[in-house]
């Protein structure tokens, strides 16, 4: 993936599968009458996946806006 455009939609495609992994979670442990498990399961599913997209989607940006002189993804790694 050389392209920023190109991870943005590798980005939005890992988000929307974990978007439908969380429902079907939901739907399945709905089903089986564990509603807790599934409304845990499609949350963290749901809300992880988006919250990771955001994530990705703004050190684009700021790749983007930074040039090639810093790199966001080394700078978040550094300071962890």
Known sequence: MSTTATQKKFARGAML????????????????????????????????GYWEYKRRIRDLEQADMGGA???PFEERERRR
Do not use: A, Q
């Open 17 to 48: 599968i974990s978007v439908i992994i969380g429902i079907i979670g939901l739907m399945y442990f709905t089903t089986r009458g564990e509603v807790v498990t599934g409304l845990v399961v499609g949350t963290l599913f749901g809300v992880g």
């Open 69 to 71: 002189e810093r790199d």
